[in-house]
């Protein structure tokens, strides 16, 4: 039986400067059987070259001999060549298939074989190493407090100088997540004076963690979900929440927002009313932004707006994409971790009895087979019927 031969495509999305699969990877899929192909300059923008691959044992290939000749193509967005590929192909990356509902149509109809990492059950012990959400979480916290730094027009410590001193920033992370657990402790950690918000009632002893203070809101509402994701707030409770925290937002030089519900429009916790109430020269830094939405009324995925008041809004919807030499190492982690989880004997096995595989297989043999995904599909064609 012929080795399995995983492709790792080159991303095709604007911006996008991640690979699948650094070359440090590649000798891991080898000791477990798997042959390892690249598509030439897949690695180019996170400093991998093709010649780093070929050290390591890969073979460099073009784009039609890649996705014709790999049993298991690797991405972090969907394949940009969706019209190469074919029938019994595997596909992993991060799909997102409950907000791609036509991306779902497309793959089951071309009988690929789709499995999505946001989609694993990430209560699972065993499954942390193939936690790709996470580990990009990490590195957008990082990121989004760099941004707002440099964003910043004041200092983020308190500086002592001969002309005196200068008062530190103040920084509010709204969302306790990982991404927001990471973007407090370098925000602190550059000098600011960090609090943190979230529903969650957990999240309160994870935000004192790590030394910042914890916003109170007024009588608290417990707004814990499945594995571990905040729920969705009721009308009354966003309400009251919005309230409070039109008032609080305005004493913080800075904000990052950091709340998501996979699949779902991300709540909005900070209003025009609250914009407006802020400083000029403040930053507000979405993580959430998307075309979905964001945590931040009127913020623009991928671009940054100066509000009328002078507030800098950043809609920062990919910002691992910008560290991408470290994004894209933890992601072949993630990769290959998942694929030894498949593989036994040099072939995958995708059977959905182990809940992994169940997790993060959403098509096969022309066939939707995920449940939440089955779901989301059956509400858009009942709401495009309508």
Known sequence: MNAVTVGVVREE????????????????????????????????????????????????????????????????????????????QVVIGLLQPLANPQLVRDLAAAKVTAMSLDGLPRTLSRAQAMDALTSQANVAGYKAALVAADTYGGYFPMLMTAAGTVRPATVLVVGAGVAGLQAIGTARRLGAIVTGYDVRDAARADVLSTGAAFLDLGPGVSAAGAGGYARELTGAERDAQQEAMNTAV???????????????????????????????????????????????????????????????????????????????????????????????DGQLQLGTGDEITAGVLVTRDGEVVHPAVLAQLAASTQKDSR
């Open 13 to 88: 999305t604007a911006g996008e400067r991640r690979v699948a699969l650094t070359p440090d990877e590649v000798a891991r899929l080898q000791a477990i059987g798997l042959e390892v192909a690249v598509e030439s300059g897949a690695g180019d923008g996170a400093w991998f070259p093709d010649a780093a691959y070929t050290s390591a044992g890969a073979k460099v290939a073009g784009t039609q001999e890649l996705y014709a000749g790999c049993d298991v193509l690797v991405c972090v967005h969907p394949p940009g060549r969706a019209d190469l590929l074919r029938a019994g």
């Open 250 to 344: 305005s004493r913080f030089d800075v904000v990052i927002t950091t709340a998501q519900v996979p699949g779902r429009r991300p709540p909005v916790l900070i209003s025009q009313a609250a914009l407006t109430a802020m400083a000029p020269g403040s930053v507000v830094v979405d993580l959430a932004a998307s075309p979905l939405g964001g945590n931040v009324e009127g913020s623009v995925p991928g671009s940054t707006v100066i509000t009328s008041g002078g507030v800098t809004l950043i809609g920062a919807s990919d910002l691992p994409a910008a560290v991408p030499r470290a994004a894209s190492a933890a992601y072949a982690r993630n990769i290959a971790a998942l694929l030894a989880h498949l593989v036994r």
